[in-house]
C-alpha cells in the first residue's frame, strides 16, 4: 500500500498539482478547476489535490484538516458565507464544550460539523445529493480541496453520534436563546416522522397531513411565538401530548431550561406563572390544565372543545393590533368560568362568517388582546414544520438502527385492539340489517299481505340474531382482556421496538441553527421590503446559492468574499447594505486567522 501511495504521489508532484497557497495567483476560474479535479481522479480521486496533507492522514500523522485558502474566481454557493456569523451567534461551535474529537484523519470533527450547516443552507438534504454538487467548490468555500464523499460523511458522522452528546448540546442552546429572547410562552405541537421500512416495528399514528394512521415515530417541538425551535423530545411508542409535556417537556423546562420565577415572588403574586404553553387540541383538558396550575404552576392557552352556544353579539369589542407589520382587527370577548373548580378565562374571537372561535387560559396577566394573538401565532410552528419538511428534509431517517424499548412501558393491547374493530364492524353489520329490515316492514304495511315478502324478513332476522350472538361473544373475549399491557407481554413478532434516535437528534440541532441563522440573516437582508415576511426567505436562498470570488490575503489575515450581483437591483442594493453590517462583526473563519471581509463584486 506504501508503495503504491507513493507512486501515486510521485505522479501527482509531475503534473504540478501540489498545493500551494499562491498556486494560482489570478484566481483560478471554474474551468481551470474542474480540469484539475478531474486530473487528480485519476490519482487519488476527484478534486483531491492536496497530496501531501493526504498521505499524511492515511498514516494518521495529520492532526487537524488543513484550512488554506486560496484565490478563486466564481465559486458555487459562495454566498453561504455570509451567514457564517449568524451560525456562530446561534451557537453552532458551542458543540466543542460536548463531544470528543474525531480519530485522526484528513477530516476532523470541526470540519464535519461546519460542513453539515453548510449542506443544509445549500440546501443539501443528505450525505448522497453531495453526488449531485461539485464537490471542488464545496471544499474550496471551506479552505479545502474538496468534501468528503458520502460514504466518508456517513462514517464520521456515525462516530459523532456514537458519543451520546446531542440532548446536552440542545439543552445548552436553548438556555442560551431562552435567555437572550426573555421567552415566557412557549409552544408545543407534535410531528409525526412517518416509517416505511419493514425492519422496525413503531407504533401507528395518525399522519393529518396523509389523513391516515402510519407506522412512526412522533416528535414533540418546543419553539416561541416566532416559530424559532428551542428543543425537541421524541415519543418511545405511542405517548399522547399530555404525557410527553408531564414526563419529559416540563421537566426540562423548569429545571434546565425556562427563566427561573422565585418561590418568593410567586407566593406574593398568587395569579403569576412560571411560563405558560400554547398547544392545540390535542392536549385539552381542564383536569390537566388544574394539574399544570396546581402542581407547577404552569399557564396554558389553547383551544377550548365542545363549544355548543354561541356568545350574543353585543359582547364583542373591536381591537386592533399589528403582526409582521400588518394590521390584523379582531372582535373579542371574553368571560370567566368554572372547570373542574377552578376559575379560567375564556375569549373568543369573532369571524367575518360570524363563527367564534373560543380560547380556554388559565393565565390571568395577560391581556385580552395578547392572549388572542399568543394563540393565534401558533400557525407559526406549523409553518416551521412545512418549511422544515420541505427545504430541510425534516423526515429523513439518517440511522435505520433498531434500539429496544423498556419493557415495562405499557401501551395498548393489539389483541384488545383488534377485538375491538371486529365488534365494530359487526355492530355496523347488525346496524344495516334492522334499516333493512325496518324498511321492509313499513312496505309490508303498506301494501297488501299478498305481495309482503315474509322470507326476506325472515332471513334478515335471522342474520341479525347471528350477528348478535357474534358480538356478544367479542364482547366476552375483550372483557378477559386488559386495555393496555407492558411490552414485554406483546408476542415477539410484534412487539413494538424503535429506531435508534440519537442520530436524528443530532441532524435536528444542526437543522435548528441553520433556520435560526437563516431567519436572522433573512430578517436584516429584507429589513427595507415592504413583504419581509413573504419574500426574505426566497432572498436568503438566492444569496446562498450565488457565486463569488474567494480572495485570502494571508499578509493582512484577510479572507474576502465578494458576492456576484443577484436578479434584481432590490436585492443588490439590499446585499450591499448588509454587507457592512456583517463586516462590522469582524469574524473569523473557523481553524484560521483570517477575518472575513463581505463586499458585493461591483463595489
Not at 180 to 207: F, M, P, S, W
Not at 276 to 287: C, G, N
Not at 365 to 387: C, G, V
Request: glycine fraction near 4%; proline fraction near 3%; aromatic fraction near 10%.
Amino acid at each position: 500500500m506504501f508503495y503504491t501511495l507513493s507512486y501515486k504521489t510521485r505522479q501527482l508532484k509531475k503534473k504540478e498539482l501540489v498545493h500551494t497557497p499562491n498556486h494560482i495567483c489570478a484566481g483560478s476560474t471554474p474551468q481551470e478547476r474542474n480540469k484539475e479535479d478531474i486530473l487528480a481522479g485519476a490519482l487519488l480521486g476527484i478534486g483531491c489535490t492536496r497530496v501531501t496533507e493526504r498521505t499524511l492522514a492515511v498514516f494518521h500523522s495529520l492532526e487537524k484538516t488543513p484550512i488554506l485558502f486560496e484565490h478563486h474566481q466564481s465559486v458555487e454557493n459562495a454566498g453561504v458565507l455570509f451567514l457564517l456569523p449568524f451560525l456562530y451567534a446561534q451557537g453552532l461551535f458551542e458543540y466543542k464544550q460536548y463531544y470528543l474529537p474525531l480519530k485522526k484523519g484528513y477530516y476532523d470533527l470541526d470540519f464535519i460539523i461546519l460542513l453539515m450547516a453548510y449542506m443544509y443552507l445549500c440546501r443539501i438534504k443528505n450525505p448522497e445529493q453531495l453526488k449531485n454538487h461539485s464537490v471542488g467548490d464545496l471544499g474550496k468555500i471551506m479552505g479545502s480541496d474538496r468534501v468528503p464523499e458520502a460514504k466518508c460523511l456517513r462514517k464520521k458522522l456515525g462516530d459523532i453520534t456514537q458519543q451520546q452528546k446531542a440532548e446536552e448540546w440542545n439543552i445548552a442552546l436553548s438556555q442560551q436563546w431562552v435567555k437572550k429572547e426573555e421567552t415566557t410562552i412557549y409552544y408545543i405541537d407534535g410531528h409525526v416522522q412517518v416509517y416505511h421500512g419493514n425492519k422496525a416495528r413503531l407504533g401507528k399514528k395518525y399522519v393529518s397531513r396523509e389523513k391516515l394512521c402510519l407506522p412512526g415515530m412522533c416528535e414533540f417541538w418546543v419553539n416561541n411565538n416566532e416559530g424559532m425551535p428551542y428543543f425537541v423530545v421524541t415519543g418511545e411508542v405511542n405517548e399522547k401530548m399530555q404525557e410527553m409535556i408531564l414526563k419529559e417537556i416540563l421537566p426540562k423546562l423548569k429545571e434546565k431550561i425556562a427563566q427561573k420565577v422565585s418561590e418568593e415572588t410567586l407566593c406574593n403574586d398568587p395569579d403569576l406563572p412560571r411560563f405558560t404553553l400554547v398547544f392545540d387540541r390535542e392536549a385539552y383538558s381542564p383536569k390537566f390544565f388544574k394539574q399544570l396550575w396546581v402542581e407547577h404552576r404552569v399557564a396554558v392557552i389553547t383551544y377550548r372543545k365542545n363549544v355548543k352556544e354561541d356568545w350574543d353579539e353585543k359582547c364583542f369589542t373591536p381591537y386592533e393590533i399589528v403582526i409582521d407589520e400588518n394590521k390584523v382587527k379582531m372582535d373579542l370577548a371574553e368571560k370567566t368560568v368554572v372547570m373542574e373548580n377552578m376559575h379560567m378565562r375564556e375569549v373568543r374571537k369573532k369571524t367575518d362568517t360570524e363563527h367564534q372561535t373560543t380560547i380556554i387560559t388559565t393565565n390571568k396577566k395577560l391581556s385580552l388582546l395578547l392572549i388572542a394573538y399568543y394563540m393565534f401565532a401558533r400557525w407559526t410552528q406549523e409553518n416551521f414544520f412545512r418549511y422544515l419538511r420541505q427545504d430541510y428534509d425534516l423526515d429523513k431517517i439518517f440511522q435505520y438502527t433498531i434500539e429496544q424499548i423498556d419493557g415495562n412501558i405499557k401501551v395498548v393491547n393489539p389483541q384488545y385492539s383488534n377485538l375491538s374493530y371486529y365488534i365494530k364492524k359487526a355492530r355496523e353489520k347488525i346496524n344495516r340489517r334492522q334499516a333493512h329490515l325496518f324498511q321492509l316492514t313499513e312496505e309490508n304495511i303498506k301494501e297488501n299481505l299478498d305481495k309482503t315478502n315474509l322470507l326476506k324478513q325472515a332471513k334478515l332476522k335471522e342474520e341479525i340474531n347471528n350477528w348478535q350472538e357474534k358480538e356478544q361473544q367479542l364482547l366476552a373475549q375483550r372483557k378477559l382482556m386488559s386495555y393496555r399491557i407492558p411490552i414485554k407481554d406483546m408476542p415477539e413478532d410484534i412487539r413494538y421496538n424503535r429506531l435508534h434516535t440519537e442520530s436524528k437528534y443530532f441532524h435536528n440541532i444542526v437543522k435548528m441553527i441553520c433556520y435560526r441563522a437563516e431567519t436572522t440573516f433573512g430578517q436584516i437582508l429584507a429589513s427595507d421590503y415592504k413583504k419581509k415576511i413573504n419574500e426574505m426567505r426566497v432572498l436568503v436562498k438566492n444569496v446562498i446559492s450565488a457565486r463569488g470570488d474567494i480572495i485570502p490575503d494571508y499578509k493582512n489575515n484577510t479572507l474576502t468574499i465578494a458576492l456576484y450581483g443577484l436578479s434584481t437591483p432590490r436585492d443588490n442594493e439590499a446585499v450591499k447594505k448588509v454587507c457592512q453590517i456583517l463586516n462590522d462583526t469582524e469574524t473569523i473563519y473557523p481553524g484560521t486567522n483570517l477575518k472575513i471581509i463581505y463586499k458585493f463584486a461591483t463595489s
